[in-house]
């Protein structure tokens, strides 16, 4: 069974700490991304990665950075966490073959309130 | 990768067909149309893609016309357990898989 893990369910951070959020699949996935969901704004994509050390920002990349040593874990990394990055985080993978066209699988997601 | 429209909001009754319409008017020829459900606390899943007529599975139906400008998901008699948001998605493969939600659609079904 696919499965998308997130190191966290609920975190509680105060503002300036840095955050570390995991995720990892055991799918042999070579996409893997982070994505934040906030009320009336829908899923935005903070960063993707298509292979082990590389990324790319996606729409909202301001005050995040990501890791990818291992293919299987992607990391995501609040440097100095604000109040405004409360918010649900979900990790998600897909594969670059297969039958359905970039079908992602996602993680529980890991409620973070910063305050 | 293509933008989406669809109601943010629909309410139905356990029984019902429901359909949602999602608009995609700058549909790309290699973009393939994805839904995604979403439970509350929980990732989106996907339930359904296709390219164009009609494509069926064991959770719902998706049309999509000639002119493929939108498509249509089809949940054949819904139950509560089918409140959820619903997520419509155009895009084509690409060695990214980048994908782009917009807000979607909460389905809310009434006893």
């Known amino acids: 069974d696919v499965k998308v893990t997130q190191s966290s369910r609920y975190l509680v951070k105060r503002t300036g700490e840095k955050v570390f959020l995991e995720c990892v699949q055991d799918?042999?996935?070579?996409?893997m991304f982070w994505y934040r969901q906030d009320p009336g704004l829908g899923l935005r994509l903070i960063y993707f990665?298509?292979?082990?050390?590389?990324?790319e920002k996606g729409d909202i990349p301001e005050g995040y950075s990501v890791s990818r040593e291992k293919k299987e874990r992607f990391s995501l990394i609040l440097e100095s966490a604000s109040t405004n990055q409360t918010s649900m985080y979900l990790c998600?993978?897909?594969?670059?073959?297969?039958?359905?066209?970039?079908?992602?699988?996602f993680g529980p997601g890991t409620r973070l309130t910063v305050l | 990768l293509a933008k989406t429209t669809q109601p943010i909001s629909m309410d139905s009754y356990e029984g019902q067909e429901v359909n949602i319409t999602c608009s995609h008017n700058?549909?790309?020829?290699?973009?393939?149309i994805t839904w995604y459900q979403q439970f509350p606390s929980q990732g989106p899943r996907f339930i359904i893609q296709?390219?164009?007529t009609k494509v069926t599975n064991e959770v719902a139906s998706l049309f999509i016309p000639a002119d493929r400008k939108s498509s249509t998901l089809s949940l054949p008699r819904v139950s509560l357990s089918d409140t959820a948001v619903y997520y419509c998605?155009?895009?084509?493969?690409?060695?990214?898989?980048?994908?782009?939600f917009g807000q979607g659609t909460t389905l809310q079904v009434k006893p």
């Open positions: 990665s298509y292979d082990v050390k590389m990324k």
């Open positions: 998600a993978s897909s594969s670059l073959a297969g039958g359905t066209y970039n079908e992602q699988f």
């Open positions: 296709g390219y164009k």
């Open positions: 998605l155009a895009g084509g493969s690409s060695n990214t898989g980048k994908l782009i």
């Open positions: 799918m042999d996935h070579e996409n």
């Open positions: 700058n549909i790309a020829t290699n973009d393939y």
